[in-house]
């Protein structure tokens, strides 16, 4: 069965970097689009990147657009986050998700969720 499992998250002080990682099993990683979403405390579900499922193109949310960088290694069938300035406000539970449809597009249609890995930013 499809599994999405992140790791990576932790501590870290305002202006500190973080890299995550989500392994996948189950299904054909390199066919699909994979995205990074998360959700801070007390709030909802915030979509923060994506990437094609070749890693030809990237999209961000304005809030982490210069800061933080989506990659994925097909090979190894994991995806990545390398947050980098970290601030307060982007401590939060991070999701990575699996693209519903083996397609490249923004379309936000996912249906395989992680378990979501804590990261808290804080000095």
């Known amino acids: 069965q499809v599994q999405l499992v992140e790791s990576g998250g932790g501590l870290a002080q305002p202006g500190g970097s973080l890299r995550l990682s989500c392994a996948s099993s189950g299904f054909t990683f390199s066919s699909y689009a994979m995205h990074w979403a998360r959700r801070a405390p007390g709030k909802g579900l915030e979509w923060v990147t994506g990437i094609y499922k070749d890693g030809s193109e990237t999209l961000y949310a304005d809030s982490v657009k210069g800061r933080f960088t989506i990659s994925r290694d097909n090979a190894n069938k994991t995806l990545y986050l390398e947050m980098n300035d970290l601030k307060p406000e982007d401590t939060g539970l991070y999701y990575c998700?699996?693209?519903?449809?083996?397609?490249?597009?923004?379309?936000?249609?996912?249906?395989?969720w992680g378990q979501g890995t804590p990261v808290t930013v804080a000095s």
């Open positions: 998700a699996k693209r519903s449809y083996p397609r490249n597009d923004w379309a936000p249609e996912f249906d395989y």
